[in-house]
């Protein structure tokens, strides 16, 4: 009887890890913008980060350092982050994608946004 009631735990323990697993992202080769977070405001849907004000889209994807899937309530004064930087009619940029750089890292950006 005991096993009846754990093995439908067991699975289910073993398909929330798959699905987990699967929430992890592959951190890109290079970003459009590298730096430190100054300042964050979900309220406005702005960052700054080394003095750049940028708009964040509102699918906004975030990622930790170990490459999941996270809220943009994450996000932190001070965090070394790479972005991913959409650009809009007349200009306009817009990041889509933020990911917190893991502490060592040598990530830099292309140069394109510095």
Same mark, same amino acid.
């Given at each position: =009887?005991?096993? +009846? =009631? ?13 699905? /987990? ?9 290079? /970003? ?37 899937? =996270? ?5 932190? +004064? ?14 306009? +940029? ?21």
């Amino acid at each position: =009887m005991r096993i +009846k =009631m754990i093995l439908p735990a067991v699975l289910l323990a073993l398909a929330s890890g798959m699905a /987990f697993a699967g929430t992890a992202a592959t951190l890109p080769q290079s /970003f459009d913008h590298v730096g430190t977070i100054d300042a964050v405001d979900l309220g406005t849907n702005t960052i700054v980060v080394g003095d750049v004000r940028l708009n964040l889209a509102p699918d906004l994807q975030v990622y930790g350092p170990r490459q999941e899937q =996270m809220s943009a309530g994450s996000l932190a +004064k001070g965090q070394q982050v790479g972005l991913q930087i959409a650009r809009g009619g007349a200009g306009a +940029k817009t990041v889509y994608e933020i990911w917190i750089i893991p502490p060592g890292s040598d990530l830099e950006s292309n140069g394109t946004e510095d």
